[in-house]
């Protein structure tokens, strides 16, 4: 009985210590494991230009427009703090709209603009059926 | 505790086991069935991602499982570190393979879903990278498994790998609440569902279905298992 008890203590001792290293080394991550930089993140801190980031956040509302080569975007990236804006040139993802997330990938030039090599659309958590989405913001989301 | 020790004479579990699987497979494989005939005819399609959506009924589940089944798992492998039940070690082991399958399938239609949603099939995302690292851990815990039994170990070094890997349980839970990522942040939480409902009725089906037909594998192979180990203690007792 002892024994059994001891060994109980014991393996519960260890997953405690687990846990807490994980906890640890976790809080100690959190800027590194970040998938993507906010506008915000780039004004406080902003990287060197030229180095390659990644760059997310919602695309401002009628902030898209095409460049006169037919190929280039330009839009705008905030998160609610700050903005960006950003130019890509290539095709956009399907899911890329105004209002929706996007991630892009890239560089800031010089100018505190951000030139995108990949942008990828970000879908949150939100699923519904069209006729809901519609009933509840009626602007661009029925053009499918 | 007299329920587990009840459960763990072998030949106890067995009168339990044997009737128990086939209701457990086919209810479940009923119950995927209508889920997945309900999620392909019978619920609309999303207002962005259009029909793609529907590979919700199936990467739901499959994660669920990827990370319920280490859940059990490490339940196993506790117990028998404790309690030294063998059948605790054998359900360990039962479960890894099965475990590994529903981290592997979570993982691929995840990436089916990514590439007309995000546009990308893999990014080195927190909640991907995470979801990545338990399949590497279940695979490593089904080879030391392997190689303990062949050694004639007692199971006591996978047990305590089984233990270690629950920590990465939380971080593929929270990954997309600590840090930015390109996965999605819970649809479902204890406020409810950010899935519509329209959406959301044939994941229940699924995710019932699976999780008895994961049920279902897992006491087969701990049949399986014990069936084995009978087979090999009459070999050595007709050589010896």
Known sequence: ?144 | MPSIHALANPARFLKVARPLTPWLFWVGVALIAIGAWAGLTRTPADYLQGESVRILYIHVPTAWLGMGGWSGLAIASVTYLVWRHPLAHIAARAIAVPGALFAFLCLSTGAIWGRPTWGTWWQWDGRLTSMLLLFFVYLAYLALARADAERGGDGRIPALFGIGGTVLLPIIRYSVVWWNTLHQGPSITVSGSAIDGAILWPLAFTLSGFTLFFAAVVLMRMRAALAHAQVEARLRRLVA
């Open chain 1, 1 to 144: 009985m002892t024994a059994k008890h001891q060994r109980l203590t014991l393996a519960l001792l260890a997953l405690l210590a687990i846990t807490g290293a994980a906890l640890l080394a976790l809080s100690g991550l959190r800027d590194q494991a970040a998938f993507f930089y906010a506008p915000a993140d780039l004004r406080r801190a902003p990287p060197a230009a030229g180095t390659a980031i990644r760059l997310g956040g919602m695309v401002a509302r009628g902030s898209v427009s095409k460049a006169a080569d037919g190929v280039t975007t330009r839009f705008v990236v905030g998160d609610g703090q700050a903005t960006t804006p950003v130019t890509y040139r290539g095709i956009l993802p399907d899911l890329f709209r105004e209002g929706s997330g996007v991630v892009a990938e890239g560089r800031l030039d010089t100018a505190g603009t951000f030139v995108a090599d990949t942008i990828l659309a970000k879908h949150d958590e939100r699923y519904m059926p069209p006729e809901v989405a519609g009933a509840l913001h009626k602007t661009e989301t029925l053009e499918r």
